[in-house]
């Protein structure tokens, strides 16, 4: 088995971003406002589908047992299973979404940027339904409260992964390929 240093250590550069931009958070009531969707887009769109589900579900690992990366510095199983673990399980779906379809469909500006609309509504799909049944609202009110107040945010972050990625791509080169 051939191991690629170059592409093991974006990948744990990509873990630690992802990291930290979960601890820059504006708490709001129900779901925090972080960045971390902004590291799952970079991440997905920069690396195959492959490094992008292993940087992704390492991070959701390493919060289960317990180190504090969650959003706010929150770690464990218990914030898994409670109203945010939706958003966090999500995050899966959302990186195969992008990285997947970037591979298939091509490394572009404009795909770049409706990959990541996809990836990030789906996200906030599968929290608001979470967050549906685990406070036992209605869908409508899990969107309202859930994926609404999201919207503006998210298209900020799309518009700032296609920066951030574009430029990267040209040195990184792992999705491009």
Same mark, same amino acid.
């Given at each position: 088995?051939?191991?690629?240093?170059?592409?093991?250590?974006?990948?744990?550069?990509?873990?630690?971003?992802?990291?930290?931009?979960?601890?820059?958070?504006?708490?709001?009531?129900?779901?925090?406002?972080?960045?971390?969707?902004?590291?799952?887009?970079?991440?997905?769109?920069?690396?195959?589908?492959?490094?992008? /589900? $292993?940087?992704? &579900? =390492?991070?959701?690992?390493? @919060?289960?047992?317990? *180190?504090?990366?969650?959003?706010?510095?929150?770690? %464990?199983?218990?914030?898994?299973?409670?109203?945010?673990?939706?958003?966090?399980?999500?995050?899966?779906?959302?990186? /195969? $979404?992008?990285? &997947? =379809?970037?591979?298939?469909? @091509?490394?572009?500006? *404009?795909?770049?940027?409706?990959?990541?609309?996809? %990836?990030?509504?789906?996200?906030?799909?599968?929290?608001?339904?979470?967050?549906?049944?685990?406070?036992?609202?209605?869908? $409508?009110?899990?969107? =309202?409260?859930?994926?609404?107040?999201?919207?503006?945010?998210?298209?900020?972050?799309?518009?700032?992964?296609?920066?951030?990625?574009?430029?990267?791509?040209?040195?990184?080169?792992?999705?491009?390929?």
């Amino acid at each position: 088995m051939h191991i690629n240093s170059r592409r093991l250590t974006f990948d744990a550069v990509m873990l630690v971003l992802l990291i930290i931009c979960s601890q820059l958070s504006i708490p709001l009531p129900g779901v925090p406002l972080t960045l971390q969707t902004f590291a799952v887009g970079l991440i997905a769109t920069l690396l195959p589908v492959t490094d992008t /589900l $292993i940087v992704i &579900a =390492l991070y959701i690992v390493l @919060g289960g047992l317990g *180190l504090p990366v969650f959003a706010n510095y929150t770690a %464990g199983l218990g914030v898994i299973y409670s109203a945010m673990g939706g958003y966090i399980i999500g995050f899966l779906l959302e990186g /195969l $979404i992008i990285s &997947a =379809l970037l591979q298939w469909r @091509g490394f572009s500006r *404009l795909n770049i940027m409706w990959t990541n609309l996809l %990836g990030a509504a789906v996200q906030l799909l599968v929290g608001s339904a979470w967050l549906m049944a685990f406070n036992h609202i209605t869908f $409508i009110h899990a969107l =309202l409260i859930g994926f609404v107040p999201f919207i503006i945010p998210g298209l900020i972050k799309i518009y700032l992964i296609y920066l951030v990625a574009w430029r990267l791509a040209k040195v990184v080169s792992f999705q491009t390929k």
